[in-house]
């Protein structure tokens, strides 16, 4: 597991500072990556990710691959985001769970964003909020471990 993860995440991020991407356009990118790829409407995210790579100018591979890699906790965190934004705006709890939210596209995609539009409005603010505390925290978290093997690579470099 530790091979694969070296081999499929460290490596490629470590290969990235090596090209001249500063430490801090690296946890950039990746804070990004996490905050978008968890955003509560499915299918958006790499466009959304995409955006803003350019408009930031961040490592756009990077940033994707973050990006994909969230996927998984996105799904996990779809239907809590939409019930805690019914909660935040006292709007009624939402009978719904993820399977059910995948029946309703494959049925008809404009009339699940007519049915679930409102609570996706809410859970988005539930998700900027926690992106406002969570993005800073990913990126001042990572900047030092980056800076630090952006050191090593360049001593054994050397």
């Known amino acids: ?30 804070a990004v990556g996490v905050i978008v790829g968890v955003f509560p409407v499915i299918g958006a995210t790499t466009l959304l990710c995409g955006l803003l790579a350019v408009g930031l100018g961040l490592n756009l591979p990077l940033i994707q691959l973050v990006n994909y890699l969230m996927y998984p906790l996105q799904l996990i965190l779809l239907i809590p985001m939409l019930q805690w934004g019914q ?41 900027l909020l926690a992106s406002c505390v969570a993005a800073p925290v990913i990126y001042f978290c990572l900047l030092p471990v980056l800076r630090a093997a952006g050191r090593m690579r360049k001593v054994t470099a050397e």
């Open 87 to 127: 909660r935040l705006f006292g709007a009624p709890a939402l009978p719904i769970t993820l399977p059910k939210v995948f029946q309703m596209i494959q049925a008809s995609v404009w009339n699940t964003i007519a049915t679930l539009g409102g609570a996706t409005a809410r859970g988005i603010v539930v998700w």
């Open 1 to 30: 597991m530790a091979g694969v993860l070296q081999r499929r995440v460290s490596t490629p991020i470590l290969d990235l500072l090596r090209q001249g991407v500063t430490p801090e356009k690296v946890a950039a990118a990746i």
